[in-house]
């Protein structure tokens, strides 16, 4: 596992920019999940403003790692925020595009999406694998739509599985472990001083650590990308 820690959002945003901007150099396509909340709008931000013109955006294939079941024009949507922050910026394809179909009933929306990853993204080890899986992580460890009273879907057999966000009860389409720890570069991006705690404990395993999903992400193929607040409680 390795840990970048940076000044700010904007310093993370620009080194990531500069990632991708080599990775998408190196392959002449890349199939990235994104992850939603409101983290990626700061990487969004910068990609628009900075790398509109410096990356074959026609190389990049734009999946999610979990969706809110709600329509594509919804306030909640992941994708919604995507478009708004980066799609509606730079040239990506709308054959690029793979949104999860949040409109339809969430156990329809997950089987179209099961098969559409399926279909869509080469195999290793026998299952669909990103380049990219970028992930966030809730102040509870939850990660993608993943959380602690719902573990058990970390572990499902499927490639993605409806959870539950335990406080609204609202639905939502999310990758599974399966699938996440198949992808050859894993990303958190974490910022803010109120994810400090829990980013301490799963880092150095104390504490609940191994009741947080964002504990079961496979460290080998983990990044974590800090702010200097989520890391004040991280040692070395
Ligand atoms: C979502 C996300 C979720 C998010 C974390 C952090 O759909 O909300 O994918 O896993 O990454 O909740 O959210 P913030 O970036 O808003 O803190």
């Not at 993370?12 to 080599?22: E, K, R, V």
Request: charged letters at 25%; one cysteine or more.
């Amino acid at each position: 596992m390795q840990t970048k820690i940076f000044e700010d959002k904007e310093a993370l945003s620009h080194y990531l920019g500069d990632w991708l901007m080599q990775l998408s150099q190196q392959h002449e396509s890349l199939n990235i999940a994104l992850s939603g909340g409101s983290t990626p709008k700061a990487l969004f931000d910068e990609l628009s403003k900075a790398y509109k013109d410096v990356i074959d955006w026609s190389r990049i294939r734009f999946f999610w790692g979990d969706e809110r079941c709600v329509p594509p024009n919804h306030p909640e949507s992941n994708y919604l925020m995507t478009r708004q922050y980066l799609f509606d910026h730079v040239p990506v394809p709308p054959i690029n595009i793979f949104r999860v179909k949040g409109e339809l009933e969430p156990h329809v929306a997950c089987a179209h999406y099961n098969d559409l990853i399926d279909r869509e993204l080469p195999k290793t080890d026998g299952g669909p694998c990103f380049d990219i899986v970028f992930l966030g992580m809730g102040d509870d460890g939850h990660t993608a739509s993943i959380f602690p009273h719902e573990m058990s879907l970390w572990d499902s057999k499927e490639l993605c599985e409806v959870g539950t966000h335990p406080v609204s009860g609202q639905k939502r389409v999310t990758l599974t472990g399966k699938v996440i720890n198949n992808a050859r570069h894993i990303l958190f991006l974490v910022t803010g001083s109120k994810k400090a705690t829990k980013v301490s404990e799963i880092l150095h395993q104390q504490g609940d650590y191994k009741n947080y999903p964002a504990s079961r992400v496979d460290s080998s193929k983990t990044t974590w990308l800090l702010d200097k607040d989520a890391a004040t409680l991280v040692i070395g």
